[in-house]
């Protein structure tokens, strides 16, 4: 992947459907550069997808962080599955080390976080958590509006 690649994939991450006579203008590429290198990038695995992004999911909301959770035995599978369910979580992943698993999630206020991390200490098998807010992103992937 040169810098031109990674210069269209920047353009692609901003917006997925902007027509390859668009993104050619922009890079000073012919048509059949730019869709070959896209075509090329997707048979490689570099690109494995494209999606669609609700506004709700893009506009960030004021308290954002992440709530380390600790998990009895073998109840993981069911947490996990429980977590999915709450709106406020962007991502749950599971991980090693002192923490089971790791949550991403974002309110409105703090008081609503204060109800999803009453909600996550209630799930049967959650023993411990550890919540760190998130201050800044100086840098991420995901789109904004």
């Not at 599978?77 to 949550?103: C, K, M, Q, Y």
Request: proline share 2%; glycine share 8%.
């Amino acid at each position: 992947m040169d810098d031109i690649d990674r210069q269209l994939l920047t353009l692609l991450r901003h917006n997925g459907r902007r027509s390859i006579s668009d993104l050619a203008g922009e890079l000073g590429l012919s048509r059949a550069t730019v869709r070959a290198r896209i075509e090329r990038m997707e048979a490689q695995g570099d690109i494995i997808g494209y999606t669609v992004i609700l506004k709700a999911d893009a506009i960030a909301m004021p308290v954002r962080g992440i709530v380390m959770v600790e998990v009895e035995g073998r109840a993981a599978d069911r947490v996990i599955d429980i977590l999915g369910g709450f709106p406020e979580i962007s991502a749950v992943h599971t991980t090693n080390g002192r923490w089971d698993i790791v949550v991403e999630f974002a309110t409105q206020n703090l008081s609503d976080l204060d109800a999803v991390l009453r909600r996550i200490r209630l799930i049967q098998g959650v023993t411990a958590s550890e919540t760190h807010l998130l201050l800044a992103t100086p840098r991420s992937t995901q789109a904004r509006l």
